[in-house]
């Protein structure tokens, strides 16, 4: 039992992960340079797989938002990260 577990926990992983790889792969096509959702979003998909780059565009997210409150919910994403 224990060992299908595992199995199913590294099978979750796998298809969390490469199923984030493909939605940046679409989501760099976008390329829209100029919208903070569109870092934010880069910034969800990063998440998990490389912080450093998710808190990157988090950053400049933070940096396109024009309200306080986009600022603020978006700094609370990007302090959730584990680096």
Known sequence: ???FLLLFRQQDYDYKV????IALAEAHK???TNN????T????????IDNSKARKNFLD?????KTQKDKH???????SLSI
């Open 1 to 3: 039992m224990q060992e």
């Open 18 to 21: 490469e199923g984030k790889q």
């Open 30 to 32: 976008l390329n829209l």
């Open 36 to 39: 903070h959702y569109y870092f």
């Open 41 to 48: 979003l880069l910034g969800e998909l990063y998440s998990g």
């Open 61 to 65: 997210a933070i940096a396109l938002a």
């Open 73 to 79: 919910t978006i700094t609370l994403k990007m302090n």
